[in-house]
């Protein structure tokens, strides 16, 4: 083989890695993003919670 189609066959190979990488970190974005959605919800409902039981605990002050 040739010097010059060593080095095709070489940069072939080290595309098809790149390829490669570039996919597990487009997987790894979108699980990322995913667990932040997931992560804003849960933070959303524990506001709401927080919000719930200060009324909760002014209205039992204000009977008092």
Do not use: W
Not at 14 to 24: A, F, M, R, S, Y
Not at 38 to 63: G, P, V, W, Y
């Amino acid at each position: 083989m040739s010097q010059l189609g060593q080095k095709v066959s070489e940069l072939e190979t080290i595309v098809g890695e790149i390829l490669k990488l570039q996919k597990k970190l487009e997987n790894l974005l979108q699980q990322s993003s995913q667990d932040q959605e997931r992560q804003d919800k849960i933070l959303e409902t524990l506001a709401l919670r927080s919000l719930e039981q200060e009324t909760e605990i002014r209205e039992m002050k204000r009977i008092k």
